[in-house]
């Protein structure tokens, strides 16, 4: 149910760019279309849930492989089984098993259905408040750290003929959706590491230098998430360009949700709060019924939110330029500790026997038009 219901999340239609931060700033997501392509392959989310005692953040990134079949569609499918399976993994397992199931198990579902002639690349971290975060990758979206100082730090390798096996060309060896004999690079994460940048190739192609001088003479990582993507499209933005930035020292991995049945995800367009059913629970998941309803509101929801974006686009001319002036984020955290006045554009919550689905999307009037929209 939450794989099926997450894809779907995942496929919606979006605007050309987006940026949302979360968890009072310790939490950034963006993505770009960039110039040059007609669609976004990239796709990236960060997910928050409990199980018993331990309490969990994932941040992940797929990038759709380019000259395969439906990039985008692979990238979706990965990350909805890998999250998935994150969630309903056994409690008693560690984060390195986790992560090393849910990878093997996203790499079957894209296999299953394109059988080696699509795939996506993975980038992710597992933050834990009980065990040391661990890091997960395959193909050549690249995973960096930030240490106390603010020296970057590059924790991944490409899985390409040039770093890999010091070859030329930049044709990769492994990919999630390739079937038998992948081997993901999965570590614990070194604890002089404060700060992780995930990041697909849109991103990382800047010069390494200016990449370095960027993030170390940012104060924290919103700052360096609005920054990366803005130099990626000054300098011409030949490629989707996405990025998930976390900040661990930042992060309050204790603060625990009033219950373990609902996890909340967010993507660079906004923010979505899903039931779910634990490794524990899954006895009940025959008991539960998903009304047909709770697919048409969202979808309805999506379309108001679409008509209305593509309205104030129409209406207003506001020349966009992405600097700390013009590109502002969503000022909003996960969990409001200030009172807010009502609104009447609250986010429409579907109701599903004991649980609740609630869909929620960023208010893109403020960021100004795309140039290429």
């Not at 996203?106 to 996506?120: A, D, H, L, S």
């Not at 933050?127 to 924790?155: A, E, F, H, W």
């Not at 554009?345 to 960023?362: G, H, M, N, W, Y």
């Amino acid at each position: 149910m939450f794989q099926q219901l997450l894809l779907d999340s995942l496929s919606r239609e979006v605007l050309n760019r987006g940026l949302i931060h979360a968890e009072r700033g310790s939490i950034a997501l963006a993505s770009d279309q960039g110039l040059n392509r007609s669609q976004n392959q990239d796709k990236a989310l960060s997910m928050k849930f409990s199980q018993e005692d331990e309490q969990l953040f994932l941040l992940a990134l797929a990038d759709g492989m380019g000259g395969m079949r439906d990039g985008k569609r692979c990238a979706e499918l990965a990350l909805a089984a890998f999250c998935s399976s994150i969630l309903e993994s056994d409690n008693n397992n560690s984060l390195l098993s986790k992560a090393l199931i849910a990878t093997e198990k996203c790499n079957q579902t894209v296999f299953e259905e394109y059988r080696g002639n699509g795939g996506c690349t993975l980038s992710a971290i597992l933050v834990s408040n009980l065990n040391p975060p661990v890091t997960i990758n395959v193909g050549d979206s690249r995973i960096y750290g930030q240490d106390k100082n603010k020296k970057l730090i590059r924790l991944s390798i490409d899985d390409s003929l040039a770093e890999a096996v010091g070859g030329v060309g930049t044709e990769l060896l492994q990919f999630i959706g390739m079937g038998d004999g992948i081997r993901a690079h999965i570590t614990e994460l070194d604890e002089v590491v404060e700060r992780v940048y995930l990041t697909s190739d849109g991103v990382h192609y800047i010069e390494p230098k200016t990449l370095s001088q960027i993030v170390e003479n940012s104060d924290n990582v919103v700052q360096v998430v609005e920054r990366l993507l803005a130099i990626a499209r000054w300098c011409g933005s030949p490629d989707n360009a996405t990025i998930c930035a976390i900040d661990l020292q930042l992060l309050n991995t204790n603060e625990r949700e009033a219950t373990g049945l609902y996890s909340e995800v967010i993507d660079p367009f906004g923010r979505t709060i899903f039931p779910v059913i634990s490794h524990t629970d899954k006895v009940k998941q025959q008991h539960l019924q998903v009304s047909p309803v709770v697919n048409d509101s969202n979808q309805k929801q999506d379309e108001s939110n679409k008509s209305e974006c593509e309205e104030n686009i129409k209406n207003e001319e506001v020349k966009h330029q992405l600097n700390d002036d013009k590109y502002p984020v969503k000022k909003e955290s996960v969990r409001r500790t200030t009172k807010r006045k009502k609104s009447s554009s609250r986010p429409k919550v579907a109701e599903v026997e004991d649980f609740q689905l609630t869909i929620s999307t960023c208010d893109h009037s403020d960021r100004g038009t795309d140039e290429d929209s």
